[in-house]
């Protein structure tokens, strides 16, 4: 089912150009990763967050740990713009076609969270969130999804939030082998978004060969990682200062969203201007 393109759903105000956007992923049911969330999000005019909210190793059951999540989604949808993407961890019901989908995550919508099969203007940009596919029909929703979304990309960047990253991409890589969506990289081909914001792959950032951040034809591809503890990996963009920073207990990298990407990724021994005024509005 291709759900609803929402416009203007989030506007910024008069004089401000562009947008503080915050990416996280793959908490896993990591609490205080959600504590932490909470904390940051009112610096940012976006907050995305790509999948595997939930751990489904993990002892507690999931019906738990969704009513806990929801509440902290909730939460933080009151203190900013809030996406949500499913990913394989969050699967929760089977539809008829026997295919599993995160049901859970499609609900959110009561809250006014925008989340899988949605796409929405946010600025400048045009966002379109995709769900974890199980199986051949939700992979040929989100291929109905996209095409009925690039119409209304008109003078936007399209942005698209995606679980899996692209096969074959240092953001892919886990260190022994890739872990890619091959459609994903055949729908970038066709319709050659501007930004795919991706997770799945924990340790892409931290590994040899690795990383947090690619380009793919004429698109940044970003995976923010996993890391424990309390603070969770992320990557903030301005798209205004044309930036995306790295956070992670490895150290902070920042690439030019208007440059070449260069590797090595140049390491940052300080926050730049953009950011450190979001840290401190004062
Ligand atoms: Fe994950």
């Known amino acids: 089912m291709t759900r609803p393109l929402r416009w203007a759903r ?25 504590d932490w969330l909470l904390e940051a999000a009112p610096n940012y005019d976006l907050v995305i967050y ?20 929801q509440k902290y989604l909730r939460r933080l949808s009151l203190l900013t713009q809030l996406i949500v993407c499913s990913g394989n961890h969050d699967l929760d ?10 049901k859970w995550i499609a609900d959110l919508d009561r809250y006014g969270i925008p989340t899988d099969g949605e796409s929405l ?25 996209l095409a009925a979304a690039e119409p209304h990309r008109a003078g936007r960047q399209w942005m698209w939030v995606y679980h899996a990253p692209p096969p074959e991409t240092p953001i892919s890589w886990s260190g022994q082998r890739y872990f890619g969506d091959a459609a994903l990289v055949g729908w970038m081909a066709q319709h050659s ?13 931290f590994v040899r060969e690795g990383s947090w951040v690619d380009r793919i034809g004429g698109a940044w591809v970003f995976n923010a990682g996993k890391q424990i503890g309390a603070v969770p990996t992320t990557i903030v963009i301005d798209t205004d200062a044309k930036q995306a920073v790295w956070f992670s207990l490895d150290g902070v990298e920042s690439v030019r969203l208007d440059a070449p990407l260069e590797r090595p990724v140049t390491q940052l021994s300080e926050l730049p201007q953009w950011m450190a005024k979001a840290a401190d509005p004062a």
């Open 93 to 102: 019901a089977a539809g008829p076609d026997g295919e599993r989908r995160a």
């Open 193 to 205: 978004p501007d930004y795919v914001v991706s997770g799945h792959v924990h340790e892409a950032p």
């Open 10 to 34: 989030f506007a910024p105000g008069p004089g401000v150009r562009g947008l503080k956007i915050l990416i996280v992923s793959d908490f896993h049911y990591a609490l205080p990763q959600f």
């Open 50 to 69: 790509a999948g595997d909210l939930l751990d489904t190793n993990a002892i507690l059951d999931p019906g738990a740990q969704i009513v806990v999540v």
């Open 121 to 145: 203007t946010v600025g400048d940009l045009l966002i379109t969130i995709c769900p974890w596919w199980d199986g051949p029909e939700a992979q040929k929703a989100i291929a109905t999804q």
